[in-house]
């Protein structure tokens, strides 16, 4: 029997696979506005949009096989979470260790769409 999750402690991020994120930016920054919050060069370049984050993603620093959106909620713990997952339909892609930064469990719903799970360092 699986154990009841805990919920998502907020929506951490959403982020766009684009083949060529440097181009892009200058859309998000200067046609939306959006403040630059960090940029590892053309590999990622975040956004902070009120209390959540929303990425330009090259394919190289997205889930395996991902396109289009990606919604990523932080939680505590991996706990259970792949149990959990799987008992309600979904499919567990696999765990990402991203040192300093954390970690993301990403993860496709029922219908196929991705979803990553994301615990900070420490």
Known sequence: M????????RLQSVFVVAQRPGELHAF???GLGLPLKF???DRWIQYGVGNTNIALASPQEAAPATAGL?????????????ERITAAGGQVIGMRDMGSHGAVLSLRDPEGNMVQLFKRAG
């Open 28 to 30: 998000y920054a200067n």
């Open 2 to 9: 699986s154990t009841v999750a805990a919920p998502p402690k």
């Open 39 to 41: 940029r590892d060069e």
């Open 70 to 82: 990606v919604m990523v909620l932080e939680v505590e713990d991996f706990s259970g979470a792949e």
